[in-house]
T-cell receptor
């Protein structure tokens, strides 16, 4: 079945460490997105990529970085510069033919 | 840039009650509108979407939403809720043809249905 795989489901890191969240899709979608979900805040866009080797900052990009070397993969790195990294992170992709978004099951990052 | 406002952050209803969740957006151009649901421990699922045509949109699980352009609103409704409708509901909008194509979400409404 086609879909988005995010791994791991739960991630714990010490403060000051960088951590990379994985997002893989086998839907052949060009566009991919990273969102951060906090209680009472909804989902906020961190970074997006419309095509391989291209990515753009979203609304809350500070302290994050991404790469898009392959169509299937859009990893997100949470750097030590991110002031409040503990959150639930969701990856998504877009089928431009149907304007249908597919979401992954998310990674819950806890920084201690 | 577009923004989305969901009026109720927490709603508690009894089973069989009618539901209406408010959603307003701000954007001057053409928009696509979505409602997503997130059940406890599960990922986001699409309830329904509006792109064009009939402003009354029917979705899954008995939900519907009405797009009222003059009010910039896309309220979600269900005539009779069930305990299994307990979840977080998100309204979202994007501007087709824009540079990002990313969704802008409201802050969500946490719905609790009491048996």
């Amino acid at each position: 079945d086609g879909g988005i795989t995010q791994s791991p489901k739960y991630l714990f890191r010490k403060e000051g460490q960088n951590v990379t969240l994985s997002c893989e899709q086998n839907l052949n979608h060009d566009a991919m997105y990273w969102y951060r979900q906090d209680p009472g805040q909804g989902l906020r866009l961190i970074y997006y990529s419309q095509i391989v080797n291209d990515f753009q900052k979203g609304d809350i990009a500070e302290g994050y970085s991404v790469s898009r070397e392959k169509k299937e993969s859009f990893p997100l790195t949470v750097t030590s510069a991110q002031k409040n990294p503990t959150a639930f992170y969701l990856c998504a992709s877009l089928d431009r033919d149907t304007y249908g978004y597919t979401f992954g099951s998310g990674t819950r990052l806890t920084v201690v | 840039a577009q923004s989305v406002s969901q009026h109720n952050h927490h709603v508690i209803l009894s089973e069989a009650a009618s539901l209406e969740l408010g959603c307003n957006y701000s954007y001057g151009g053409t928009v696509n509108l979505f409602w997503y649901v997130q059940y406890p421990g599960q990922h986001l699922q699409l309830l329904l979407k509006y792109f064009s045509g009939d402003p009354l949109v029917k979705g899954i699980k008995g939900f519907e939403a009405e797009f009222i352009k003059s009010k910039f609103s896309f309220n979600l409704r269900k005539p009779s809720v069930q305990w299994s409708d307990t979840a977080e509901y998100f309204c979202a909008v994007n501007a087709p043809g824009g540079g990002a194509d990313g969704l802008t979400f409201g802050k969500g409404t946490h719905l609790i249905i009491q048996p």
